[in-house]
Structure formats: structure tokens, C-alpha cells
T-cell receptor, first 113, second 116 residues
Framework: GENVEQHPSTLSVQEGDSAVIKCTYSDSASNYFPWYKQELGKRPQLIIDIRSNVGEKKDQRIAVTLNKTAKHFSLHITETQPEDSAVYFCAASSNQAGTALIFGKGTTLSVSS | DSGVTQTPKHLITATGQRVTLRCSPRSGDLSVYWYQQSLDQGLQFLIQYYNGEERAKGNILERFSAQQFPDLHSELNLSSLELGDSALYFC???????????????FGPGTRLTVL
């Protein structure tokens, strides 16, 4: 089955810096890659997603890139703000048997002002 | 607010007991997913239902079962509870959840289960 690896597990940046989180997946049939942000004790919230027919997607300060050949995808946050501090999860879905999301272990992002 | 509701918010029970967690999907969503989030295992997929039928199974223990009712709400039943079952249980829903395209999953607020 699918396996998703996420790095780094923790990331500390200064306000205004960029943050990059990387994920790799194992199942070449995976075709959907969402990113979720989770604040302490809250639900995971979708912040951006990308499908396998697209190489890059941007939404204001957030961008995601996908390299299908290498089976990795990355989240880029520019001009980080303290409110960006949270746990970020990448996920992959292959649509082979159901459409469940297989999540990475998460990255705790801390943005200090 | 995602539109997905879960009850109860918190549940405290003892080892060996049985509990039922409830989820109501967003209006119009046909698929319901259950995920378990524990500190050491992260977010793990348990099971998916689509329009009343089981669609996919993940790392769901035999002590756990789920169903989706005709009104599309879902229940996750956990029995013979162990200390290690303490976790946050999330339900998510999506419009379809089958076919060629995976659609967005929206998560509910979760049920925090504590087994003492």
C-alpha cells in the first residue's frame, strides 16, 4: 500500500522567512496530494491540494510542487507569519481502492516574531 | 466550520467497554471516512463508506466496526477498549469518493476518546 514520508518533523523560522516541507510517496498510482494544517486540538483543514496532471499550484503565500517521476511533492510558504504556526500534514490518495488519504507524520512549524 | 459534525466531543471510559462515535457528513456528501489520530501514529485511515456501502478499509482493528445509514450519517463502534485506543477520532466527508478523481475531504471537529 501507499506510504508517505514527510520531512522535517519540526521547522522553526523567523517571521518573514520562507518555509519548505517535503514529502515522498511510494505508490506511483497516487494522483491526489492535499496539504492540511492542524492547530492544537482542532480539525485538519485543507490549505492547498494538487493533482497528478499539474506540476505546481499557488494560492497567495502558499505553493505546492509535484514531481511525479521522483514521487515527491513539497509545500512552500513565503513571508511566514506567527499565525502560520501549526502542524502541517501532507497526504496522498491513489483512488485504487477507495479514496482514503494516507498521511505523512506531520511537520510542526513554529514562526517566531 | 466544515459542515461535518461529530458527537460526542469527548468520551471517557474504562478498559473493556464499548463506545459509539457518530458523524454527520456535509449536506450532499456521499462518502464518509474515519481516521484515528494518536501521538505516536499520526493520522491513520480506518475505513471509508460510500452511499451506505463499505468502500475501503485501512488499519482498522477487528474490535472496531462502522456503518453508514440511509440518511448517510455514520457510526464507528469501538469495543473491548484498551488503553492504546485513546486517541482523537476524526470523521471526514467528500462529495463522491470514487471514480477517476479524488475529491476534497472535509474533516469534522473530532471525538477525543480517553480510555482509563
Amino acid at each position: 500500500g501507499e506510504n508517505v514520508e514527510q520531512h522535517p518533523s519540526t521547522l522553526s523560522v523567523q517571521e518573514g522567512d520562507s518555509a519548505v516541507i517535503k514529502c515522498t510517496y511510494s505508490d506511483s498510482a497516487s494522483n491526489y496530494f492535499p496539504w492540511y494544517k492542524q492547530e492544537l486540538g482542532k480539525r485538519p483543514q485543507l490549505i492547498i491540494d494538487i493533482r497528478s496532471n499539474v506540476g505546481e499550484k499557488k494560492d497567495q503565500r502558499i505553493a505546492v510542487t509535484l514531481n511525479k517521476t521522483a514521487k515527491h511533492f513539497s509545500l512552500h510558504i513565503t513571508e511566514t507569519q506567527p499565525e502560520d504556526s501549526a502542524v502541517y500534514f501532507c497526504a496522498a490518495s491513489s483512488n485504487q481502492a477507495g479514496t482514503a488519504l494516507i498521511f505523512g507524520k506531520g511537520t510542526t512549524l513554529s514562526v517566531s516574531s | 466550520d466544515s459542515g461535518v459534525t461529530q458527537t460526542p466531543k469527548h468520551l471517557i471510559t474504562a478498559t473493556g467497554q464499548r463506545v459509539t462515535l457518530r458523524c454527520s457528513p456535509r449536506s450532499g456528501d456521499l462518502s464518509v471516512y474515519w481516521y484515528q489520530q494518536s501521538l505516536d501514529q499520526g493520522l491513520q485511515f480506518l475505513i471509508q463508506y460510500y452511499n451506505g456501502e463499505e468502500r475501503a478499509k485501512g488499519n482498522i482493528l477487528e474490535r472496531f466496526s462502522a456503518q453508514q445509514f440511509p440518511d448517510l450519517h455514520s457510526e464507528l463502534n469501538l469495543s473491548s477498549l484498551e488503553l492504546g485506543d485513546s486517541a482523537l477520532y476524526f470523521c471526514a466527508s467528500s462529495v463522491v469518493g470514487r471514480g477517476d478523481s479524488t475529491d476534497t475531504q472535509y474533516f469534522g471537529p473530532g471525538t477525543r476518546l480517553t480510555v482509563l
